[in-house]
């Protein structure tokens, strides 16, 4: 698969293709239906596809502050694309003078001049260029001036509509379940390794404590069994690479201390052995076990986090 970051790096050579269009963040079981769609269209008209994507997220960038929770980082989301069988992902760096293309100015820029659209394929919801003025049958319009196809398809899962807000509300109530059948994974927070108040490795259960990007969706606070990856970025002992491990992963702010800053920490389990301080990692959120308590006693505590642990096995053995 071909990865392009902005108009310039698609080749000049670059003929005819089907594109689809979309923030795709989370890249959730309707966004797969719909580059599922482009990928048959590209395949019957004997052409590539391609996904374009945005990076930042674009109300950040017209409405500055408002940011949503990522669902996943841009990493992530290329990578996921890239696994549902397009020839190419270009993610266009999304900037003030980009949104204030008008609907013809971004489709003649973007899809005929650079990528040669011979299909486009959006979701039934899709808005574009300045003010959000262009929609599906805008995007017809124009494809019949500029002789593509154009098709606008819904978000459904098991027949019912999907979207990144429905599934980032699904978080923040830590219905971590109805998450992963609305992603078709488990939902993945990123971040980096960094030393904690090592409260965990006291009590016997050595955590990461995972320092996420700024914007990262992350469920509600809470106990929830998972696993805990280490990701190839240069920075990870080779014999980690890539290993996943089963794992407790505590959400909050560790109420029994009294704590205050909230925190994402992950506990391999039957792993007091890892040294994973600057590691780049992603923890996968399976099920959740109980929202968080203050306990009366550290005794109290370590009797729950042994049965979490045991709970956690169970459910991803």
């Not at 395949?43 to 994507?53: A, H, N």
């Not at 992950?266 to 968080?292: E, I, Q, S, T, W």
């Amino acid at each position: 698969m071909r990865g392009w970051h902005g108009l310039d790096d698609v080749p000049g050579d670059w003929g005819r293709s089907v594109i689809t269009i979309g923030v795709f963040d989370g890249v959730h079981t309707g966004h797969q239906q719909m580059v599922a769609r482009a990928v048959t269209m590209a395949q019957r008209l004997g052409l590539p596809s391609v996904v374009v994507t945005f990076d930042p997220h674009p109300e950040e960038v017209v409405k500055p502050g408002t940011h949503p929770p990522r669902l996943t980082t841009a990493r992530h989301r290329t990578e996921l694309l890239a696994s549902l069988g397009v020839d190419a992902v270009c993610v266009l760096p999304f900037t003030l003078e980009f949104s204030r293309m008008s609907p013809d100015e971004f489709v003649q820029t973007v899809l005929v001049d650079r990528l040669h659209a011979a299909g486009v394929v959006v979701g039934e919801n899709f808005r574009f260029g300045h003010k959000a003025a262009g929609d599906v049958e805008t995007l017809r319009t124009l494809g019949e001036k500029y002789d593509f196809e154009a098709e606008g398809v819904p978000l459904v899962s098991n027949g019912e509509a999907i979207s990144s807000t429905r599934i980032r509300e699904l978080l923040a109530a830590g219905e971590i379940e109805a998450v992963t059948a609305a992603l078709g994974r488990p939902h993945r927070v990123e971040g980096v390794v960094v030393r904690g108040y090592q409260r965990g490795r006291q009590l016997g259960f050595p955590t990461a404590n995972v320092e996420s990007p700024e914007f990262t969706a992350i469920p509600a606070d809470g106990v929830y069994a998972g696993w805990l990856q280490g990701i190839p970025t240069g920075n990870l002992p080779a014999v980690y690479d890539g290993e996943r491990w089963p794992a407790a992963i505590s959400v909050g702010t560790n109420p029994t201390f009294e704590g205050v800053d909230r925190t994402v920490e992950a506990y391999a389990l039957d792993r007091d052995d890892l040294d994973l301080y600057g590691a780049h990692v992603a923890v996968d959120f399976g099920h959740r076990l109980r929202g968080n308590t203050k306990f009366d006693s550290i005794e109290a505590l370590v009797e729950q986090m042994n049965a979490d642990v045991a709970e956690t096995r169970r459910l991803t053995s």
